[in-house]
């Protein structure tokens, strides 16, 4: 590791500032080996007290810890509650981890790892699947009481942006270098004390906007086609009063196309009475000469 002396100096005054602010904590010893495996889950995202509030309800609400292997996802979820942090991440490591562990021993007691070697204990929780990394090192620190400090999200988010691990590090391997810096008891009060804060210190995810109920996207839904059909009942109303306009258009047009007939008519009237009476006035002034005569 490329400039590790000042990685170390940098976690050492994390240490002493967390000692000055907390003073010492103590830690809770895990017996049962199963227990262990679901703490080590759930520690991962949430506060050591409510994770064992979890554990608890996880115990009573099954009958045979074999039993979590085929419970489906969305019924731990419910166990743990919904309000946990990333319940359903959680729900789905404890059932991916039950059912590698029950593959590979066909139970799931793991306590025979007290008796092997670091290597061989190594070897098998590295062969868990969806075993995390802090998970293991909760394993191995709580129920193995080994000096490993095992690192949650938040813990591990605080240490890369404060700048006490190098960029690109795993949460493997900033465990261990966190673990060979701080030993033995003080490797122990820092983990407490440095959960509470990374909690504390965590950044906070912008909440999510309200997701539209089912009502108002119905309602919105059915604006476009109200708008619609009151635009189509326009047109059908607009287009009988165009036909209604084209057909007093047309049967006035047809109405002076007839009286223009008629007018000639008139006139052709007028005119033969007119020739009529002058024809009758030439035959009386023929008369009265006649008469003169």
């Not at 199963?34 to 009573?60: F, P, S």
């Not at 190098?166 to 493997?172: E, K, T």
């Not at 060979?180 to 959960?195: A, I, S």
């Not at 119905?218 to 476009?224: L, V």
Request: glycine share 6%; proline share 4%.
């Amino acid at each position: 590791m490329r400039n590790a002396q000042e990685f170390v100096r940098k976690l050492k005054q994390l240490n002493a500032k967390l000692k000055k602010d907390g003073g010492k904590a103590t830690i809770e010893a895990v017996d049962d080996s199963t227990r262990a495996l679901l703490m080590g889950i759930l520690c991962n995202y949430a506060a050591e007290q409510r994770a064992a509030g979890a554990v608890r309800k996880i115990i009573e609400s099954v009958v045979d810890m074999n039993e979590l292997r085929v419970t489906a996802v969305s019924d731990l979820v419910g166990i743990i509650g919904h309000d946990y942090p990333q319940a359903r991440q959680a729900a789905t490591e404890i059932t991916q981890v039950f059912n590698s562990v029950f593959n590979s021993l066909h139970h799931l007691d793991v306590s025979y790892l007290k008796t092997q070697s670091k290597k061989a204990v190594n070897a098998f929780l590295e062969g868990i699947d969806g075993l995390t990394p802090h998970a293991a090192a909760f394993f191995r620190n709580r129920y193995l009481n080994y000096n490993e400090i095992p690192l949650d999200e938040n813990m591990f988010s605080y240490l890369h942006r404060t700048k006490c691990i190098p960029d690109g590090i795993s949460v493997a391997e900033a465990q261990r270098f966190v673990s060979d810096t701080l030993k033995d008891r003080e490797g122990v009060n820092f983990y407490m004390m440095f959960k509470r804060y990374g909690s504390t210190h965590a950044l906070r995810k912008a909440p999510r906007k309200p997701e539209p109920s089912a009502t108002a996207a119905s309602a919105r839904s059915k604006k476009p086609v109200a708008a619609i059909a009151g635009q189509h009942e326009d047109d059908s109303s607009a287009a009988p009063k165009r036909g209604k306009g084209r057909a007093a258009a047309s049967s006035t047009a047809a109405s002076s196309r007839a009286a223009k007939p008629s007018k000639s008519r008139a006139r052709k009237s007028s005119a033969s009475g007119k020739s009529r009476p002058t024809a009758s006035a030439g035959k009386s002034s023929t008369r009265d000469r006649t008469s003169r005569k």
